[in-house]
Structures are given as C-alpha cells and as structure tokens.
C-alpha cells in the first residue's frame, strides 16, 4: 500500500513473493494495481500488508485498517513505516530549521500520531513498535546524524515502525 516507484515491490517480486502493489501513482507492470486502497478489487487473502508513508493520508482511516484487516489470512501481518507529524516539537523544529505553524498547517489534515495507534491497536495486536527517524527519509538529512540526535534527546523521532497481527 503506497508503493511508489515500486522498489520494494519489484525487490519482493524478483525474490519470488506473491506481490499487489498499491497506489494511485504505481508504475506500469502486472503486479502494479493504480489506485487507492479504498478502492482496491482484489480477491483473495494476503499473508502481509506493507504501508509505507501512507496511512496518515487517508481519508477515512478506520474504513481502511478495516479494510486492510479484511485482506489479511488469520494470523496475517500488517507493517507499517509511519511518522507522526504532531510530534514536532520546539527542538526537533529548531534543529531542522522548521516554522512549527507552518508545519502544522502544511499537515493539519494528516493523521496524526495518537490517532493512528488508537486506530492501530483498536484492530491489530501489536508485534513490534519502535520509534526512528522522519528527516533523513524525506528532507534529505543525513540519517547517521539523526539516528545520533534521537539517541542523545535532543530531537524526537517522528517516524514509526510497527508490527501488528489480526
């Protein structure tokens, strides 16, 4: 789900897993479907759900995890990489040179952190959660540096790893 480009998709094809590829920008290919998930039609049972930077996007998030739920074989996995953009605080902005209204408003209509686990835990038992880095994945920060701010406390990790099964 949110495939993108489709690296890791084409990566799992390749390694010989079964693979449907979500997105509404998805490459061209035969396991490559252009559309949302909302309005994905694909039959059949999944043994895992991938999510990448895309749950805080959608419109209707329990309609989704519910949906994603329904997709999943008994004891089927759901991992997400995810981030928390209301988790910005003053030193994290500080230190990425960011205005926290500007932040707010460029996402205030995004999921937001607490209501993404809500909506996570309401569906999913959880397997594995860790907190990491946002930056260095999508503004181009160096990821070492990042890795050290998170370990040190001077930033607080807005991106997400989770784990959780049905």
Same mark, same amino acid.
């Given at each position: 789900? $949110?495939?993108?480009?489709? #690296?890791?998709? =084409?990566? /799992? *094809?390749?390694? &010989?897993? !079964?693979?449907?590829?979500?997105?509404?920008?998805?490459?061209?290919?035969?396991?490559?479907?252009?559309?949302?998930?909302?309005?994905?039609?694909?039959?059949?049972?999944?043994?895992?759900?991938?999510?990448?930077?895309?749950?805080?996007?959608?419109?209707?998030?329990?309609?989704?995890?519910?949906?994603?739920? $329904?997709?999943?074989?008994? #004891?089927?996995? =759901?991992? /997400? *990489?995810?981030? &928390?953009? !209301?988790?910005?605080?003053?030193?994290?902005?500080?230190?990425?040179?960011?205005?926290?209204?500007?932040?707010?408003?460029?996402?205030?209509?995004?999921?937001?952190?607490?209501?993404?686990?809500?909506?996570?835990?309401?569906?999913?038992?959880?397997?594995?959660?860790?907190?990491?880095?946002?930056?260095?994945?999508?503004?181009?920060?160096? #990821?070492?540096?990042?890795?050290?701010?998170?370990?040190?406390?001077?930033?607080?990790?807005?991106?997400?790893?989770?784990?959780?099964?049905?």
């Amino acid at each position: 789900m $949110g495939c993108g480009s489709g #690296e890791l998709a =084409l990566a /799992l *094809d390749v390694a &010989g897993y !079964d693979v449907v590829a979500v997105d509404p920008k998805a490459p061209d290919g035969p396991i490559f479907r252009r559309t949302t998930i909302e309005e994905l039609e694909e039959p059949g049972l999944f043994d895992a759900v991938v999510a990448s930077f895309s749950l805080h996007h959608v419109h209707d998030l329990d309609a989704v995890l519910d949906q994603l739920r $329904g997709l999943l074989a008994p #004891e089927g996995v =759901l991992i /997400l *990489d995810e981030f &928390g953009w !209301d988790l910005l605080d003053k030193q994290t902005a500080e230190q990425y040179d960011l205005d926290p209204a500007e932040w707010r408003a460029e996402h205030d209509d995004l999921h937001g952190f607490e209501r993404l686990r809500g909506a996570l835990d309401a569906r999913f038992h959880e397997q594995h959660f860790s907190p990491g880095p946002y930056f260095s994945r999508h503004l181009g920060a160096d #990821e070492d540096e990042e890795h050290e701010l998170i370990a040190a406390g001077r930033i607080r990790p807005l991106g997400f790893r989770y784990v959780g099964r049905t």
